[in-house]
């Protein structure tokens, strides 16, 4: 099993980057698949989740109206959509795979990408 992170950088405030998480090894339309952070010194936040179909999605209040999940089960892909990005954006961004939507229980993680929003 492996989730595949990547899309990370440095960006200004204001901008926008997309992450990408590619995943193999498992059952990638059976999966609601989420986006989580992690900023220094502070515990690991989620972030979006989205349903295996892709019908259903549900966002944190920090990021609602400004990240957009989505997922291509054609290409085992999902990805998140960043605009208007703050500095308190900055973290290593993580995805991770649930065979239950809207359970607490994630199944599988990636190895993060750094996101650093800094002018």
């Known amino acids: 099993v492996q989730l595949q992170a990547s899309g990370g950088g440095l960006v200004q405030p204001g901008g926008s980057l997309r992450l990408s998480c590619a995943a193999s090894?498992?059952?990638?339309?059976?999966?609601?698949m989420a986006w989580f952070r992690q900023a220094p010194g502070k515990e690991r936040e989620f972030l979006a989740i989205i349903i295996d179909s892709g019908e259903m999605t549900r966002y944190a209040d920090s990021v609602k109206g400004r990240f957009t999940i989505s997922r291509d089960n054609v290409r085992n892909t999902v990805y998140l959509q960043m605009n208007s990005l703050k500095t308190e954006d900055t973290a290593v961004y993580y995805c991770?795979?649930?065979?239950?939507?809207?359970?607490?229980?994630?199944?599988?993680w990636g190895q993060g990408t750094l996101v650093t929003v800094s002018s």
């Open positions: 090894g498992f059952l990638f339309d059976n999966y609601a």
């Open positions: 991770a795979g649930s065979w239950t939507y809207g359970s607490p229980r994630y199944d599988y």
